[in-house]
Structures are given as structure tokens and as C-alpha cells.
């Protein structure tokens, strides 16, 4: 049964760092682009940053220059280094992933900024 898992959410101040990973486990004969993705309360699931198998990355305007996505292959994990936090960037964080041709999501984690 493949899993994504996720860890590394938390409580932060304002302008502090936090590091998310998620291991994708299981039978896998194929992953593609891996993201994070992110939940406020009241809002809609919004797309944080993806990164594709050969390393090419995207990320929302919010979080750029602020945000790094990276991943390691070999253990099927993707992470997320998020710096200079802000209140805004409280939410809810999901892992996705297309594996074996089915789209898996995370059980999140969840980040809250304090001011």
C-alpha cells in the first residue's frame, strides 16, 4: 500500500524556520512531480511549490525567496525548508504525489506562525 507521510509542522514566531519532509512509501514503480500544498481555515487547498524528478521546481508567489523545495530520489522523500515565516503562512500542509499513475495525498501537518 503506497503512504505519503508527512513531518516537521509545528508552533513558530514570526520570521522563524520550520523544515517539512514526506516519505512516500510502499510498492512504487513510479513517481513523478512531488509538492506541498497548503490549507487555511476558510480557504481553499492552494499549491506552495512542486518539483519534478529531474529537480525543476515552481513555487507561489507568496512563499518565493522564502521557501526551498527539494527532494532525494533514492528515498522517495521531497522537503520543504520554509524561512522568514509569517502569521499568513499558517495552514495546514499536504504532501501529493502521482505514484504508480494514482494521485496520493498526505495526512498533513500542520504550521502555525505566531505574531
Known amino acids: 500500500q503506497v503512504r505519503l507521510v508527512e513531518s516537521g509542522g509545528g508552533l513558530v514566531q514570526a520570521g522563524g524556520s520550520l523544515r517539512l519532509s514526506c516519505a512516500a512509501s510502499g510498492s512504487i514503480f513510479s513517481i513523478n512531480a512531488m509538492g506541498w500544498y497548503r490549507q487555511a481555515p476558510g480557504r481553499q487547498r492552494e499549491l506552495v511549490a512542486d518539483?519534478?524528478?529531474?529537480?525543476?521546481?515552481r513555487y507561489a508567489d507568496s512563499v518565493k525567496g522564502r521557501f526551498t523545495i527539494s527532494r532525494d530520489n533514492a528515498k522517495n522523500t521531497v522537503y520543504l525548508q520554509m524561512n522568514s515565516l509569517k502569521p499568513e503562512d499558517t495552514a495546514v500542509y499536504y504532501c501529493?504525489?502521482?505514484?504508480?499513475?494514482?494521485?496520493?495525498w498526505g495526512q498533513g501537518t500542520r504550521v502555525t506562525v505566531s505574531s
Open positions: 518539483i519534478t524528478s529531474d529537480g525543476s521546481t
Open positions: 501529493n504525489a502521482p505514484i504508480n499513475l494514482h494521485d496520493y
